[in-house]
């Protein structure tokens, strides 16, 4: 443990040291808190709720407190402008005529209305690294990091909002083949072989939102353009809103006024009038608003409403069901009805109207100002930030600083409190937030007796902070100072049992541990220089109690061993990997696409079985253990559906971002489209051609991508070696002989002999040229014609330099063993073969083990043993420490043997339903992870204060419930 909390506190370190992660800024917009920054998921003043809308949709309000960007220093500390701010987010997004739900400074309010337009940057150069500001808006261009495919850059980016978040990271290039290319590709369903390109565009688009890329490099980017919306004003009600029922002709009492409607043959001429109707207030043409999305564009908005600032109302006439009337109290749940047979027109009117404007002062309180977040896909408002206009400074004589004052039927106060004590020097003693119920949060300094260096805070579950924490949430995950922390199960009468485990997440409270000695986790170099990092871990997922038979199951690819590299491993460049803990190099691999055509994809996702358990019906395989196509979301850019899909690795992760897909748009902005989503995709090797796109189908005509069906490799190291011709060098139990070269061709002629000095095989390796180069080293043929592979033994040429004084310079590997998908390891048939590929391309993206058949464990049979080497000797095992036929009270995973046994500590602390767990840390653990990051990170914060854990829990130790794990 105490390695752990070294090793954690070293990656700490380095993250204080990014740019925006831990050093105060200037202008703190789209920079994130420091590294180390204090997370508290609650406070009683900060609301998590659920409402739904006019249609019944359901939105997720949370609210949040956010300080970035302090410094201490002489005893003060300085929070610059935009460090101090008030979050408050919904999911998806709010936009008028829906009667969607806000939260305003813990006030349930509604989103009335929305003014929008458009931001353009145009030359935008940036480097790695950089998170660029865009103009003064607040945004910043973050270029996160590149990769290469044939030695050909692409890269990564995203845009990011004012509080620091962003919806995804988007990849584009400037060098490849564009998406529209990818009709041209004609395959047979099934495995085809590789296709030589690799398709990325220099446009990404976003709805709302387009980029476009002039250059892309390695280390440095150009954008031609940026362009995302904005919202410049928006007005809420504060108050729910007066609906009553139309009477055509006639009019309507709203307290001391008259509301009529007359029938036009456009819509209605609502005229509102004083008491008695002698005196007309207003009047206008006003259309009926129903759930159609085109209403809400800018153009037509004010067609569908009557609002009057003078007598602080809006007017709007809504259709709603006969049977639903007064629908946001009992709306329809199932998704966005278009049309009905018959209705109620229902006069809205709402009251105590708020309009903000974007970068202006909050009505109530000049020191803050109004930051409007859209959402960068429909424009639509996403997040509504109140940030400090002027920098705040905490001293002995000032050591708190009131929050913006909220609206309040009874009493407008400020909503927060942040106090800072013990100002000492460069740290603070004492940091807190009270609200405005005059609750306070625990110490925000979690070692007052040390102090902290900065005031930096994220206080609330609001989903913003996933971007936020993006660079540091695996540190955190990983603390283990206060040991294991391992969450609740929820039990059921009815276990959730899956007969198979393949493309399936753990359970989201599966615990984990960062590390466990005998799983690798080190970087090596590949012939270029390059750091690779390498890592192991062990994944059980779908594990469940099955009380009826006293025992604990864990179903067939429930129990997975993995091994994976940071990015995909390469042949032709000495790379390696991790096998059972040993260092193993990648020689061949062999890899094909795979194709599938005109089938269709149902949009399933709903919870069908009603609790809580995502049974995926919908997923489409793309070859029996390869990937796995599914729809995970379905949304509308006026009202032409666009479909969310994800293609699901074998392993339980998703490849990429999600991809979206839509029909019926038009690039062409004189087409008055606001919106553009492209009608296929196409992302390196893979691509799908939809034919149908509808609301919760599509149908797709053609998907493709890659397939790895087996890899070589070697655990000896290979050897460098300059032959020249007639010369000849050791081989395994051969000879290798250099029967010529020919440097302007680029080729070596190679002979292979026994003992007795027989030619066994021979090849010509080569032809290294420029029309090779542009292949290299992902096309399979390509980087076979480098290679000379008999046997357990290869040659193949440095491509890097292949020829020096007249000799080929050469690399060779001996004791090469195979490994094919869907075969029992080689040296311990209870496990399977599962590699997997690169989504982009065809390279080895993970070594998976797995277990064909379930696996059970019960009192007489408390351990289980994981895959052996060579040698016979179990990588780890499993132990069942304490069963009770219903519940888990203790287990373990142990590696080592004798007196070098190591321990987990007990995974189950408290009773458990299912044995899932994460060891270890690789791409896979971080995207299981990333799935559950919000929840983990509030239960580590329960389990710090004591609320959750017993108070016996101490740094670096649990109690285990009376089994002690003693180390040795």
């Known amino acids: 443990m105490q390695h752990t909390f070294r090793l954690l506190a070293l990656a700490l370190v380095l993250l204080l040291a990014l740019p925006g992660a831990g050093a105060a800024a200037t202008d703190p917009h789209g920079l994130s808190p420091s590294a180390d920054m204090t997370f508290l998921p609650h406070l009683a003043g900060l609301r998590n709720k659920v409402y739904k809308n006019q249609l019944g949709q359901k939105k997720s309000l949370t609210e949040a407190i956010v300080l970035r960007g302090s410094e201490i220093a002489d005893g003060a500390a300085t929070v610059p402008a935009g460090g101090l701010f008030y979050l408050s987010e919904t999911s998806h997004d709010a936009r008028p005529l829906l009667r969607d739900p806000f939260l305003v400074l813990g006030e349930h309010t509604y989103l009335v209305d929305l003014k929008t337009a458009t931001r353009t940057y145009r030359d935008v150069a940036l480097n790695k690294g950089d998170r660029t500001p865009l103009g003064d808006s607040g945004y910043r261009l973050w270029f996160d990091y590149s990769t290469d495919h044939y030695d050909v850059p692409y890269a990564e980016f995203a845009v990011i909002s004012p509080s620091g978040g962003f919806p995804l990271e988007f990849p584009i290039a400037t060098r490849f083949p564009r998406r529209e290319e990818v009709r041209d590709i004609h395959l047979q369903e099934g495995l085809n072989p590789q296709l030589e390109k690799f398709y990325l565009d220099n446009t990404y688009y976003f709805g709302a939102s387009k980029y476009v890329a002039r250059d892309v490099d390695f280390d440095t980017a150009e954008f031609a353009s940026i362009e995302f919306p904005e919202i410049t004003e928006a007005t809420f009600s504060m108050q729910r809103p007066v609906i009553l029922e ?60 009557l609002t009057v600032p003078e007598l602080d109302m809006r007017v709007e006439i809504v259709i709603d069901p006969a049977f639903l ?78 929050g913006p004052v909220k609206y309040s039927d009874v009493w407008n106060r400020p909503a927060f409190k942040v106090v800072a004590g013990g100002l000492d020097g460069g740290v603070v003693r004492d940091l807190y937030v009270r609200d405005y119920y005059f609750m306070r949060t625990d110490n925000m300094v979690m070692w007052p007796g040390e102090g902290k260096n900065n005031l930096d805070f994220f206080l609330g579950s609001s989903p913003v902070l996933e971007p936020i924490i993006e660079r540091s949430f695996l540190t955190r995950l990983a603390d283990s100072s206060y040991g294991t922390v391992v969450e609740e199960s929820r039990f059921t009468s009815y276990p959730k049992v899956i007969p198979d485990a393949s493309f399936y997440e753990p359970d989201h409270t599966a615990p984990f541990v960062p590390r466990l000695k005998g799983l690798m986790r080190k970087v090596s170099r590949n012939r270029k220089g390059e750091r690779l990092l390498s890592a192991e871990a062990i994944v059980v997922r779908g594990s469940y109690v099955d009380y009826r038979n006293n025992r604990v199951v864990i179903p067939p690819a429930g129990l997975c061993y993995t091994s994976r590299n940071a990015r995909n491993i390469r042949t032709l460049a000495g790379e390696s990997f991790f096998l059972l803990g040993r260092r193993a190099y ?216 292949p020829f020096k004084d007249g000799r080929a310079n050469l690399w060779l590997y001996t004791g090469i063993q195979e490994l094919e998908r869907d075969t029992p390891f080689e040296f311990d048939p209870r496990f399977m ?136």
Request: negative net charge; contains cysteine; proline residues 5%.
């Open 833 to 968: 073969v599962r590699p997997d590929v690169c989504g982009h391309c065809y390279q080895l993206n993970e070594v998976l083990l797995d277990n064909p058949e379930a696996i059970v464990l019960d009192r007489e049979h408390p351990v289980y043993e994981g895959p052996k080497n060579e040698k016979g000797e179990p990588l780890f095992r499993l132990v069942l420490d304490s069963f009770d036929g219903e519940m888990v009270m203790a287990w373990h995973i142990e590696t080592g043997s004798g007196d070098e046994v190591e321990k987990t500590d007990n995974l189950a602390f408290r009773p458990r339903n299912n044995v899932d767990v994460l060891v270890g840390v690789n791409g896979t653990i971080e995207g299981f992870l990333r799935l559950s990051m919000l929840p983990r990170l509030g239960f580590m914060d329960h389990w710090r204060v004591g609320s959750k854990a017993p108070s016996e829990k101490v740094s670096g130790s649990v109690n285990t419930g009376g089994s002690a794990h003693i180390r040795r």
């Open 586 to 801: 990648l020689t061949t691999f062999s890899s094909g696409t795979y194709v599938r055509k005109d089938f269709d994809l149902d949009f399933w996702k709903n919870q069908p079985m009603g609790d809580g358990n995502l049974m995926y019906w919908q997923d489409e395989l793309l070859g029996v253990r390869n990937k796995a196509l599914r729809y995970t979301g379905m949304s509308y850019l006026d009202d032409r559906p666009v479909a969310s899909l994800s293609l699901m690795k074998y392993s339980g992760n998703r490849w990429g971002a999600h991809f979206y897909l839509a029909q019926g748009f038009s690039e062409d902005k004189s087409a008055h489209d606001r919106y553009f989503m492209p009608d296929l995709f196409s992302e390196g090797a893979t691509y799908i051609q939809p034919e149908y796109i509808g609301s919760n189908y599509v149908k797709i005509r053609e998907f493709g991508t890659p397939s790895l069906q087996s890899i070589s490799y070697t655990y000896r190291k290979p050897g460098e070696k300059a032959l020249g011709a007639g010369d000849t060098a050791k081989l395994g139990g051969y000879v290798l002989r250099c029967d010529g070269l020919d440097e302007q061709a680029g080729t070596i002629g190679l002979s292979l002999l026994d003992k007795a000095g027989k030619v066994v095989a021979e090849k010509t390796v080569g032809p290294l040229n420029a029309e090779t180069r542009k292949l290299l080293p992902q096309h399979q043929d390509t980087a076979r014609m480098m290679q000379f592979k008999v046997g357990s033994v290869l040659a193949e040429m440095d491509l890097e330099t």
């Open 246 to 305: 139309v009477r055509q002709e006639d009019y309507r009492y709203y307290f001391n006024k008259r509301i009529y409607a007359f029938r036009r043959p456009d819509g209605f001429l609502v005229r509102i009038t004083n008491f008695t109707g002698s005196e007309v207030l207003a009047e206008k043409l006003v259309k009926p608003t129903t759930a159609q999305e085109y209403k809400t564009r800018p153009a037509e908005l004010d067609k569908y409403q």
């Open 325 to 402: 009337k007064d629908s946001d109290f009992v709306p329809w749940s199932t998704g966005k009805a278009h049309g009905y047979s018959s209705g109620n027109f229902s006069f809205v009117v709402y009251r105590d109207l708020v309009t903000v404007k974007n970068g202006q002062p909050w009505p109530l309180d000049k020191r803050y100002n109004v930051v409007l977040e859209p959402n960068l896909k429909t424009g639509m408002l996403h997040r509504l930030l109140l940030e400090n206009n002027q920098p705040v400074v905490f001293d002995k004589d000032h050591d708190a600083f009131d």
